[in-house]
């Protein structure tokens, strides 16, 4: 049996979130509305209509190269993609060929033993959407609504090596996109879409091999599914003594399967030219030094400086880093707190993005700001009230607006830290309880917890855990 | 003279002073029509004999839209407000624009039931300044023509001068429109030559002006490089008045420029003391494929063309222009050339747009499935000349040949700008402030006679065609009428944005020939015999 | 007469173009197309040296006369059901058209 090697280049489409389309002023966010509503001549390729280049989309689409490490053109020019397809109304996309507005680019991607593989961009370039087909009862149904969105498309060089990379490559780059603020990249709703190139060779070569294209792969475990399926089938068809062709696959989620779409050698020569109806774009120095500028610290770098900064352990860094408010709101609240950023970082981790999940917000949307959280923190450590009330003051907050302190005031929370109130309640338990404190002195040890239990209810859940054990301790042991 | 044979300004000016109503010279208009007119082009066609002494430029005459117009200019003028410098002059549009609520056509049966949802700039501009629009006038299918014959709407065009001869193309509804007096001005488009050739057959005038200095939105696309809208009128001071209405920058068209449009009216009476005209030997002589060989041969012009730009030469040199002799223009010679490559490959890609989804024409059989319902939907709706030009601009485009083809006629368009640059560079060796040009090789042929040779045909543009590929403006002007009572026109061709220059020249021009004889000869249509 | 585009060559490009024609028209329509590139290869002979540039249009755009992006401003069309009108055949708002051909793989 040979041993083969998988090579993966990953296609994406990545939708902006701008305000309006890429050539006309229609808007480009039209989720939830009627076919055929968020139209105008322009994006439905009337007769004798001109696009116009949305310049936020240019805005966007520079950034996006500039976190891809790509180099932003100067010069570049759109071109005419020519092909004939029913959500394509002007029967050519305007896309850009070989001077498009990135040049290069990479994206390190981290490893799970630790290493970053240098995953290469060989394209990146704006483009408009095309419209939406659905197939139903032998006819296709088209809404032109989504028709004309802006797109950056990125191809990577085939760089991936198993199904798995690929899915971190899109969950690496679905990061960076909502990080940058560019995209939703909400791959349910074709924010982020992925066709995913797939070959075969045998270990050691270097050749690239025939590549089969899997196209309509709507989410990331799908991706992960459609490659591995395809691996099998290419793996065992060569096994067998066959040949790979260069077919375009179709993947069909419900069945979890593979269809063919069309063999690749009958593809359409594009015919791509200059597009005549629009002047170069031409952005100047000053321009793109700005846009470099207006970078972010991105999510890897982060996560890196996360971990040395806060002395903070890579999986603590890599949660906290999972989306860009979550770690603005981590670094608030470390500086409000001035104390242990691990301590800031297990609650956030269990408290908050618990919270974060049930509410389904992301961090810059809580009531709950990181001064409140560094404040309830610092009752904890001064005893003022315990870690479990601490816990429940947090979701008190978020639902009230209050203050932490407020809170605790309010409904007078503090802690019983009150040496002679605690001992009130320990001598009053214990004188109710006198088989139990008769089986502690005797040896059922166990039953301190009992006590402890007892106590924590009768003062409802406000004695201090520390002081309580020590005086029940001394109380139990008789002294 | 009857108010439709006046000019657009001074119509335009009695409307406004109230001496004329809008709905008065409307109503002019729609008589004139009625006399000479006959029957619109239609897809049924089919011949008859009265056909024949008629004009039939139009394809839509929007009668309704028309008198609504006309009466809302009334009403602004009843009421005291401007109702702007074109008010209550009627116009025709080459049915090649969109104009909302009318069939916008372009002369093809695959958009023969299309009903434009919105306007063109253009038109939304002549509206905006009180024209008044008559209707659609007919043209070449999808422009691509130099005779307006191969319209899928018959009757197609006929030369007012004669009508047993073409209009000239792709613009023949406009400048017949024109010369047959149903309307003082029309809307065309030039490509490569469609607005001058047709008004050098037509005997009227007609400018393109430099690429990008009108807006091409609502122009159903040809060569997306090359198209501009432009004026065709009777005389050039009312060409003027309808440019300075329609330039401009637009923010639906990308490619119109941000250039300030100039007072074009103010630049009429300068006259040309101490201009300098240049005369090309390039463009005194013609070429044409042999017909067996398909071999390009060189041969002189026709005399009286020649001689009538020669006269016009002579003309301006009296009134004090510099005229400047064997300025080269080498490579104007492959204008034809570059031209088939460059247009059809802007065109082939233009016309991808229409395969029966969304609008136009859907073929009616029972189709197995989409594919079909393209091949059978574009066989049936385009005409001859539209499927000629998309199969060789595949054919020049497609990724084996583009180099050899598309990126060398890109190259040698450069070269053909090049001579331009040269000739006005006020630095240069010539300074010439224009060139002055015949507009045709030809005067108006007859109907069928060059139809169905398409390189034979392509020729005609052989003298407008590299202004196209410049982009500068260009203008054609009547310079006289030949032995067989057929218009000559000559072209004067000026620095990109100079289209004051053009006015400025011609105007002069036709004030010093106003009392010749020819310019009293009429066209076959309007005389009283 | 050049015979560059082969009856073969001209069923591609038929093919590319979405055409369908009967005999007699291929026949004239592919002589024509060979007629004129007989005229477009007088562009072989012209010298032209490495530098001289593409003009995609003949006319130069400077800063000064090349007209701003579009701001991101959402601008409704007025009358989108005019342009829905337009269309062959639609269902629920939707622009109907017969299925394109695939094959599924065994």
């Not at chain 1, 087909?133 to 498309?153: A, Q, S």
């Not at chain 2, 434009?116 to 023509?145: C, I, M, W």
């Not at chain 2, 009216?265 to 005209?277: Q, Y």
């Not at chain 2, 084996?400 to 040698?412: D, G, I, K, N, P």
């Amino acid at each position: 049996m040979t041993d083969y090697e998988t090579v993966i280049g990953l296609e994406t489409h990545i939708q902006l979130n701008t305000t309006t389309k890429i050539f006309c002023g229609c808007k480009a966010d039209s989720w939830e509305e009627p076919p055929n509503t968020n139209i105008c001549p322009v994006c439905t390729g009337l007769p004798g209509v001109l696009p116009v280049l949305n310049k936020a989309a240019v805005h966007k689409g520079a950034l996006l190269a500039a976190a891809m490490h790509s180099e932003i053109r100067l010069t570049s020019f759109f071109d005419r993609k020519n092909y004939f397809y029913p959500d394509l109304p002007k029967g050519y996309q305007i896309s850009q060929y070989d001077m498009a507005i990135g040049k290069g680019g990479f994206m390190d991607l981290p490893m799970p033993d630790g290493d970053t593989r240098r995953i290469n961009i060989e394209k990146l370039h704006l483009e408009e959407d095309a419209g939406k087909t659905k197939y139903e009862h032998g006819r296709r149904y088209i809404d032109f609504n989504r028709c004309g969105v802006p797109l950056v498309e990125m191809v990577t060089g085939p760089d991936l090596r198993s199904a798995d990379e690929a899915a971190q490559y899109l969950i690496r780059l679905r990061q960076l996109l909502r990080w940058l603020g560019v995209s939703e990249a909400n791959m349910e709703k074709g924010h982020l879409r992925c066709d995913a190139n797939v070959s075969i060779r045998e270990v050691g070569s270097t050749e690239l091999n025939t590549k089969t294209e899997i196209k309509n792969v709507n989410s990331i475990e799908a991706v992960r599914a459609a490659i591995n399926k395809e691996i099998d089938r290419q793996t065992a068809l060569v096994d067998s003594g066959g040949r790979v062709e260069a077919w375009t696959l179709d993947w069909d989620d419900a069945h979890n399967r593979l269809n063919k779409m069309r063999s690749k050698e009958t593809e359409a020569d594009y015919r791509y030219f200059r597009e005549p109806d629009l002047l170069s774009l031409e952005l100047t120095e000053s321009w793109r030094e700005k846009v470099v500028a207006e970078l972010p610290e991105l999510p890897l770098a982060r996560r890196a400086r996360f971990e040395t900064e806060y002395d903070l352990p890579e999986y603590d860094a890599d949660i906290l880093t999972g989306d860009k408010p979550l770690s603005e709101y981590f670094e608030a609240a470390v500086e409000a707190y001035a104390g242990d950023p691990k301590v800031v970082s297990n609650w956030i981790m269990n408290e908050i993005l618990r919270m974060l999940n049930d509410l389904g917000v992301s961090a810059d949307a809580l009531t709950l700001k990181p001064e409140h959280l560094a404040s309830v923190l610092k009752m904890v450590d001064e005893g003022k009230i315990n870690s479990a009330t601490g816990k429940s003051l947090l979701v008190k907050v978020q639902d009230s607006g209050k203050a932490p302190d407020v809170i605790v005031r309010e409904e007078g929370l503090a802690q019983v830290s009150d040496d002679s109130a605690l001992l009130a309640v320990i001598e009053k338990i214990l004188s109710k309880n006198p088989e139990e404190v008769g089986s502690y002195r005797d040896g059922k040890t166990g039953l301190f917890g009992w006590f402890m239990g007892q106590v924590m209810r009768e003062t409802r859940g406000k004695a201090d855990p520390q002081l309580t054990r020590e005086l029940l301790q001394k109380q139990l042991d008789g002294e | 003279m009857t108010i439709i044979d006046q000019s657009a300004y001074a119509i335009a000016k009695k409307v406004r002073s109230g001496e004329l109503s809008a709905v008065e010279v409307l109503e002019t208009a729609l008589e004139r029509i009625a006399a000479v007119d006959g029957r619109p082009g239609s897809l049924d066609g089919g011949s008859n004999p009265e056909d024949e002494s008629k004009v039939h430029a139009f394809i839509t005459l929007t009668k309704d839209r028309a008198r609504k117009q006309a009466e809302s200019v009334d009403a602004r003028i009843k009421a005291g407000e401007d109702a702007g410098p074109l008010a209550g002059v009627p116009v025709t549009v080459k049915d090649i624009f969109c104009v909302r609520g009318t069939p916008s056509t372009a002369a093809s049966r695959i958009l023969a039931n299309f009903t434009a949802p919105y306007t063109a700039t253009p038109v939304s501009r002549l509206e905006g300044a009180g024209a008044v629009t008559l209707g659609k006038v007919n043209l070449d299918e999808f422009t691509y023509g130099s005779s307006t014959e191969s319209s899928a709407f018959q009757p197609s065009t006929r030369n007012p001068w004669e009508t047993n001869r073409v209009p000239g193309g792709s613009s023949g509804g406009s400048t017949a429109s024109v010369a047959a007096g149903e309307a003082p001005l029309s809307l065309g488009t030039d490509t490569a030559g469609s607005i001058r050739q047709p008004a050098a057959f037509c005997g009227v005038v007609g400018l393109k002006p430099t690429y990008g200095r009108v807006s091409r939105y609502g122009l159903i696309a040809f060569g997306s490089s090359l198209d501009c809208p432009g004026p065709i009128a009777r005389d050039v001071r009312d060409t003027a008045l309808m440019l300075s209405v329609m330039a401009g920058a637009d923010p639906h068209d990308s490619t119109a420029a941000a250039v300030p449009v100039p007072d074009y009216m103010a630049s009429l009476e300068k006259g040309v003391k101490g201009l300098r005209i240049g005369l090309s030997p390039d463009y005194m002589q013609i070429t044409f494929p042999d017909p067996e060989t398909g071999e390009i041969e060189r041969q002189t012009l026709p005399k009286e063309i020649r001689e009538a730009t020669l006269r016009a030469a002579e003309v301006l040199a009296d009134q004090g222009a510099e005229i400047v002799e064997d300025i080269p223009m080498p490579n104007m010679v492959y204008g034809i050339p570059v031209y088939f490559v460059v247009s059809r490959v802007e065109a082939a890609s233009n016309l991808h747009r229409f395969d029966g989804v969304k609008y136009g024409y859907r073929a009616a059989s029972d189709y197995r499935d989409l594919r079909e319902m393209y091949r059978v939907t574009r066989a049936e709706g385009f005409g001859l000349q539209p499927k000629l030009r998309i199969l060789m601009g595949m054919y020049v485009s497609a990724a084996q040949y583009s180099e050899q083809y598309y990126a060398r006629a890109l190259r040698v368009r450069s070269l053909i700008r090049a001579d331009f640059e040269a000739a006005f560079d006020p630095d240069g060796e010539y300074r010439v402030d224009a060139l002055l040009t015949p507009t045709t090789p030809t005067t108006a042929f007859k109907l069928a006679d060059i139809y169905g040779d398409s390189v034979l045909m392509q020729y005609a543009d052989q003298l407008t065609v590299p202004a196209n590929h410049a982009g500068i403006p260009g203008i054609s002007i009547p310079g006289g009428i030949d032995a067989d009572g057929l218009p000559i026109g000559v072209q004067l061709l000026a620095p990109d944005f100079k289209e004051e220059t053009l006015f400025q020249i011609g105007h002069t021009f036709e004030s010093a020939t106003a009392d010749d004889a020819w310019r009293k000869i009429k066209p076959q249509v309007l005389r009283e015999d | 007469m050049t015979d560059e585009i082969t009856p073969e060559l001209f069923e591609h490009l038929v093919d590319l173009a979405a055409f369908a024609f009967n005999p007699e028209a291929a026949e004239y329509l592919r002589r024509e197309l060979n007629k004129q590139l007989k005229a477009i290869q007088q562009l072989e002979a012209v010298p032209l040296d490495g530098d001289i540039p593409l003009a995609s249009h003949g006319v130069p755009y400077t800063k000064q006369s090349r007209p701003d992006l579009r701001s991101d401003t959402w601008q409704p069309c007025e009358n989108p059901e005019e342009i829905l009108e337009q269309a062959p055949q639609v269902e629920d708002g939707y622009i109907i058209v017969p299925d394109i051909p695939h094959t599924k793989l065994d």
